[in-house]
């Protein structure tokens, strides 16, 4: 479905309004939802779908899985979560595993981006090159 312009920019600008201190509150969202479906403007299912795909796309923005070959200490999370906070804001969701496969070090997942600073990957690679 081709979404307008203009319900672009009014999605755009209802994201905006749902944001406390940088971070998205999800009872601002399910109210400006619920209020556009009660008023239905001109373009309302335009406004909701870009409304949805922005509030996704943060969400996942948000959302961070580390994996470790042991399990992370206290300090070494606190560490980790500062330098997170320090480089994609604050309200992260971290999700910490442990996979042994990994062998050493650290993969961190934020959202699209990816950080692997484990041996299996450095093997990895060292194995494409021959």
Same mark, same amino acid.
């Given at each position: ?14 994201? *905006?309004?749902?944001? +406390? ?5 999800e ?5 400006? $939802? /619920? #209020? ?17 795909r ?6 996942a923005?948000?959302?961070v *899985?580390?994996?470790? +070959? ?11 979560? $500062? /330098? #997170? ?40 690679k ?5």
């Open positions: 479905m081709k979404i307008t312009k203009q319900a672009q920019r009014e999605a755009r600008q209802l994201f *905006r309004s749902c944001l +406390a201190n940088g971070v998205l509150d009872s601002r969202v399910r109210e400006a $939802a /619920s #209020l556009i479906a009660e008023r239905k403007p001109h373009g309302y299912v335009g406004i909701l779908t870009r409304l949805h922005l509030v996704k796309l943060d969400l923005k948000r959302t *899985r580390v994996d470790s +070959a042991t399990p992370a200490t206290p300090e070494q999370a606190a560490g980790l979560r $500062a /330098s #997170l906070e320090q480089r994609y804001g604050a309200g992260l969701d971290i999700t910490y595993g442990v996979n042994p496969a990994l062998i050493g070090g650290v993969r961190v997942q934020v959202g699209s981006d990816l950080y692997d600073g484990s041996v299996k990957a450095r093997l990895d060292l194995q494409q090159s021959f």
